[in-house]
């Protein structure tokens, strides 16, 4: 038996209510259940079948900042998958708006976003290039480095509404 995907995250936050305001109105997550007194909130990604993708607790306004990376082990950041390359267009300008997004980076195969919540926790929104439209170019150039992301060029080549991940993180010719 074999481990299938990550179900959910959980986060610690310092304001429930403000994180849920950002994952809701920025990138469009819905509220499935809060602990009430704002001690908690379970929401669900727009595209999502899960009861829930990520949770948050809150811990007060006194927590320091995560020192991951920093000053201790901890988590990077966790990856959110968008269905296309118009998608994450979108999602760059919603998280620029408001003032989250951090960077963007070409890795050959994947098209990134990189952004913070509210309490500066780093998050990525990934496009990634569907296996039948994989080429040795895209593999060979992210392959030791990381490039900028032209979304422009990007969209241009394989299209602004091509369905990502296909035959990599979305298994074709699966029934139930």
Do not use: C
């Amino acid at each position: 038996m074999a481990i299938h995907r990550l179900n959910h995250a959980v986060l610690y936050v310092r304001d429930v209510a403000r994180t849920v305001a950002f994952y809701r109105d920025v990138l469009g997550f819905r509220v499935k259940h809060e602990i009430p007194g704002g001690r908690g909130a379970f929401l669900q990604a727009p595209d999502s079948t899960n009861d829930h993708d990520i949770a948050f607790f809150g811990i007060g306004a006194q927590a320091g900042d995560s020192q991951a990376g920093r000053g201790t082990v901890g988590m990077y950041h966790l990856a959110w998958e968008v269905q296309t390359l118009d998608e994450l267009e979108e999602l760059a300008g919603r998280l620029a708006e408001a003032g989250a997004l951090v960077g963007s980076s070409d890795h050959g195969t994947t098209k990134s976003l990189y952004a913070h919540d509210p309490d500066g926790l780093e998050f990525e929104v990934v496009w990634l290039i569907p296996a039948h439209l994989l080429d040795d170019e895209a593999i060979a150039s992210g392959r030791g480095r990381i490039l900028p992301l032209d979304l422009a060029k990007e969209k241009a080549r394989y299209g602004g509404s091509t369905r990502g991940g296909l035959g990599i993180s979305v298994p074709l010719g699966v029934s139930v």
